[in-house]
């Protein structure tokens, strides 16, 4: 079956702490795998895709098919990093997201 | 980029009736997507819709139910029939496009939907 998991439904951090956001999934064919953020107030929008091998406001996303994960990681978190993060996987033309994880990052 | 814009941006509607939202882009894409979001939940895809055929729904999700119209490539509706309290959702509309070097999906801000 085709799955998105985050197992984290809140993640709190100090500013300029460390974050890593938890994604695992479940395909049976060759994954592509996004993450998409939601701040407060605005529309979901898509952060970065791991085919691009990009970093995109200081967040990488590494994809691991042994451990079927594609973590969200940033070394030092800002406060403008708080916001809702969805992982989604690509099946057919289609995404399966994952529940969301809500980073809060205080000072 | 898309603009996509969706009307109403919220709703509180009586159980036994039907509310059709619209989903309009700023240019012509060939498919748009209708997703739904209930309370804790994740977004899920309720059905693609591509003008000049029937739109393709997800497992779970009905044309009776759901019914869609696209009758061009820049606008779509979804109705959500029959409502009851369970209904209770964000709903979202969403294209796929070209951009930079890869195709993106881009959302609509979604229609909050309260079923009393």
């Known amino acids: 079956a085709q799955r998105v998991t985050q197992p984290e439904k809140l993640l709190s951090v100090f500013k300029g702490a460390p974050v890593e956001l938890k994604c695992n999934y479940s395909y049976s064919g060759s994954p592509e795998l996004f993450w998409y953020v939601q701040y407060s107030r605005q529309r979901l929008q898509l952060l970065l895709r791991h085919i691009s091998r990009e970093s995109i406001k200081g967040f990488t996303a590494d994809l691991n098919k042994g451990e079927t994960s594609f973590h969200l990681k940033k070394p030092f978190a800002q406060e403008e990093d708080s916001a809702m993060y969805y992982c989604?996987?690509?099946?057919?033309?289609?995404?399966?997201f994952g529940k969301g994880t809500t980073l809060s990052v205080s000072s | 980029s898309a603009v996509i814009s969706q009307k109403p941006s919220r709703d509180i509607c009586q159980r036994g009736t039907s509310l059709t939202i619209q989903c309009q882009v700023d240019s012509q894409v060939t498919m748009m997507f209708w997703y739904r979001q209930q309370p804790g939940q994740s977004l899920t895809l309720i059905a693609t819709?591509?003008?000049?055929?029937?739109?393709?729904?997800e497992s779970g999700f009905v044309i009776d139910k759901f019914p869609i119209s696209r009758p061009n490539l820049t606008f779509s509706t979804l109705t959500v029939s029959n409502m009851s309290p369970e209904d209770s959702s964000i709903y979202l509309c969403s294209v796929e496009r070209a951009a930079s070097r890869y195709n993106e999906q881009f959302f609509g801000p979604g229609t909050r939907l309260t079923v009393l």
């Open positions: 819709a591509n003008q000049g055929s029937e739109a393709t729904y």
């Open positions: 989604a996987l690509r099946a057919g033309t289609a995404l399966i």
